[in-house]
């Protein structure tokens, strides 16, 4: 096995980093892996928003409601980008072009999570350590704002990379039995059975990370995250829309 394998089957989310700054040629390697990521018919539809204003820093953290963010060494923005493309089309055809169909704006959120992921893979080789944001999605008219993003773009996720400074943990994952299909989709019988085993994994996983916090099984977790929701998130769509993006959707 060689190591970027054995570097990604210990993938774990890190929270707290070291006091340590991310050398710039290393984070110049990190920027030359998203540029050679694999990309939708060629189009490189997103961007990355490099954050180093501290206020700005403590904005997003506020969005995402997380205090750990602001403290990031690292904390990067990736975007969803028609807006390049849109305008290098009507600078050539001087006139306006297909660009903002829903087509377009999931080709744009696909690249943008490629993008994201690869950094992943090439900073977790290096020995960085990295957290995904999707709680910057929190409040994205004010993300939008934030970060001065122009119409036909759109936030997808935030990253945030630097020396670890704590050792958690590898988190449980359900059994691949329940997630790869061969020739067509399986539906079993019963879902709570055929993760029982997992259920008590979990719990133990929980337990041991913090004998103080709730334990918590994973189809209670399931349970309480589709119970809840957020009004913000809840309108993605139509912000997508106030950005610009013509998503098929009715008044």
């Known amino acids: 096995m060689n190591n970027t394998i054995k570097k990604q089957l ?11 700054r991310i050398p710039e040629d290393i984070f110049n390697t990190l920027m030359e892996v998203a540029r050679q990521t694999a990309s939708s018919v060629g189009l490189q539809s997103y961007s990355i928003i490099r954050v180093t204003d501290p206020k700005i820093k403590m904005e997003i953290a506020n969005i995402c409601n997380q ?24 600078e050539k055809e001087n006139t306006e072009v297909e660009s903002v169909s829903m087509d377009f704006f999931f080709q744009a959120i696909t690249d943008t999570c490629l993008g994201a992921q690869n950094v992943v893979n090439a900073a977790e080789s290096m020995d960085l350590g990295t957290v995904y944001l999707g709680s910057v999605l929190n409040d994205i008219e004010k ?23 704590q050792d958690p943990q590898l988190k449980p994952r359900m059994s691949m039995d329940l997630r790869v299909f061969e020739n067509q989709y399986k539906v079993f019988d019963n879902y709570l059975q055929e993760i029982k085993d997992y259920d008590e994994e979990m719990q133990t996983y929980y337990d041991l990370r913090d004998a103080n916090n709730r334990v918590d099984s994973f189809s209670n977790q399931v349970v309480a995250r589709l119970k809840s929701s957020n009004p913000k998130r809840e309108a993605m769509l139509n912000i997508a829309k106030k950005q610009g993006f013509d998503l098929g959707l009715k008044e």
């Not at 210990?10 to 340590?20: A, D, L, P, Y």
């Open 10 to 20: 210990n993938h774990r989310t890190i929270r707290e980093f070291k006091e340590e």
């Open 67 to 90: 205090e750990y963010v602001a403290r990031a060494p690292e904390l990067l923005i990736f975007v969803a980008d028609q807006f390049r493309n849109r305008t290098i089309a009507n």
């Open 143 to 165: 993300l939008v704002e934030v970060l001065n993003l122009p119409k036909f773009t759109f936030p997808v996720l935030g990253l945030g990379i630097g020396y670890p400074n």
